[in-house]
T-cell receptor
Framework: GAVVSQHPSWVICKSGTSVKIECRSLDFQATTMFWYRQFPKQSLMLMATSNEGSKATYEQGVEKDKFLINHASLTLSTLTVTSAHPEDSSFYIC????????????FGPGTRLLVL | GQNIDQPTEMTATEGAIVQINCTYQTSGFNGLFWYQQHAGEAPTFLSYNVLDGLEEKGRFSSFLSRSKGYSYLLLKELQMKDSASYLCAAMDSNYQLIWGAGTKLIIKP
């Protein structure tokens, strides 16, 4: 089956630093990658959608200058949280899709970010 | 607006059957997904329905009624490992997934 990896799985950083999270599709080419954020006891919130080689499409209310997304290849997308603050502490999950409606998105294991 | 409703929490007994309901309102419709999410982990895919009716997959079944904007996930022969949150998500006309807040299922011995 399709496997998506994320790295790191856990990160603790000081306020004001930047954190980069990688999302890789290991055995398929992902036409589209999605970045979600999930706060405790809440549903997934889509942050942005990225297609390989083009700029990401951000959801309303998500600051594109704060959450930098790069989708440089069909197997790798990165999310950089710039100048992280405690309120950015959350569970960040990526998913990858092949663009076919009938298929589901394949989720990475998630990255838990704690900003002190 | 687009909206997904599902109960916040349900409790069931090991070995029993539980039905988790979901109602949706979306701009267009391209299918209804159910995901399972254990605490601290990413969601895992359970089922996809785009036509009316019941899809059975082992102990789990999913039902869809497009005219009613309604779906349910049926879990049979409950096991303790089924304790998790179950997320309902509808795909709209732009192929975006609209997520429900999830139903936390607690299984008691």
């Amino acid at each position: 089956g399709a496997v998506v990896s994320q790295h790191p799985s856990w990160v603790i950083c000081k306020s004001g630093t930047s954190v980069k999270i990688e999302c890789r599709s290991l055995d398929f080419q992902a036409t589209t990658m999605f970045w979600y954020r999930q706060f405790p006891k809440q549903s997934l919130m889509l942050m942005a959608t990225s297609n390989e080689g083009s700029k990401a499409t951000y959801e309303q209310g998500v600051e594109k200058d704060k959450f930098l997304i790069n989708h440089a290849s069909l197997t790798l997308s990165t999310l950089t949280v710039t100048s992280a603050h405690p309120e950015d502490s959350s569970f960040y999950i990526c998913s990858a899709g092949t663009g076919t409606v009938m298929e589901t998105q394949y989720f990475g294991p998630g990255t838990r970010l704690l900003v002190l | 607006g687009q909206n997904i409703d599902q109960p916040t929490e349900m409790t069931a007994t090991e070995g029993a059957i539980v039905q988790i309901n979901c109602t949706y309102q979306t701009s267009g419709f391209n299918g209804l997904f159910w995901y399972q999410q254990h605490a601290g982990e990413a969601p895992t895919f359970l089922s996809y329905n785009v036509l009316d009716g019941l899809e059975e997959k082992g102990r789990f079944s999913s039902f869809l009624s497009r005219s009613k904007g309604y779906s349910y996930l049926l879990l049979k022969e409950l096991q303790m490992k089924d304790s998790a949150s179950y997320l309902c998500a509808a795909m709209d006309s732009n192929y975006q997934l609209i997520w429900g807040a999830g139903t936390k299922l607690i299984i008691k011995p």
